[in-house]
């Protein structure tokens, strides 16, 4: 092998950043994996049969308040037509309702019924029990922290120093 062949090297910080970012996406593989096994229980318990895609939009819903499909769908990265057959299940189920906008009568609003609130807390209490029970050791500022992390890694931001 030639000194033109050689491999760069590389240097300590170059290492030391793949090794972080490899053990940051095995991380999140498995957040992912156990996020998806609590919305399909969670999704279940909401609605039999209910698929994790649609508690999403319920739990997306309850969390943001009335909203209309188009801001879901981009708030989601989805698809319309996605959402609006998501919207009409749900609101089949007596978990939505639409209403007329205030601000704009040619648009709908998309809110949980009382039956769709009532359905949403009790299916999520179990989960959010556990979340409290994993977190219930960790310091606030730790707690703070993450969520910043989290928020600033799925919006594409560099997070503050």
Do not use: C, N
């Amino acid at each position: 092998m030639s000194e033109t062949d050689a491999p760069e090297p590389v240097d300590a910080e170059a290492r030391d950043h793949r090794a972080a970012v490899d053990r940051l996406e095995g991380a999140i593989a498995e957040l992912i994996s156990r996020i998806r096994r609590f919305y399909a229980q969670i999704a279940d318990e909401v609605s039999p049969g209910m698929l994790p895609g649609t508690f999403k939009l319920l739990a997306t819903i309850g969390r943001i308040g009335p909203t209309t499909s188009s801001a879901l769908a981009h708030r989601l990265t989805a698809d319309k037509g996605m959402i609006s057959r998501q919207i009409t299940d749900l609101e089949k189920l007596g978990l939505i309702e639409r209403t007329a906008d205030p601000d704009d009568r040619r648009s709908r609003l998309i809110s949980l019924t009382p039956r769709g609130r009532e359905r949403l807390d009790a299916a999520r209490g179990p989960y959010e029990q556990m979340l409290s029970q994993t977190l219930a050791e960790w310091p606030t500022a730790s707690i703070d922290q993450l969520t910043d992390l989290l928020t600033a890694f799925a919006s594409g931001e560099i997070p503050q120093r």
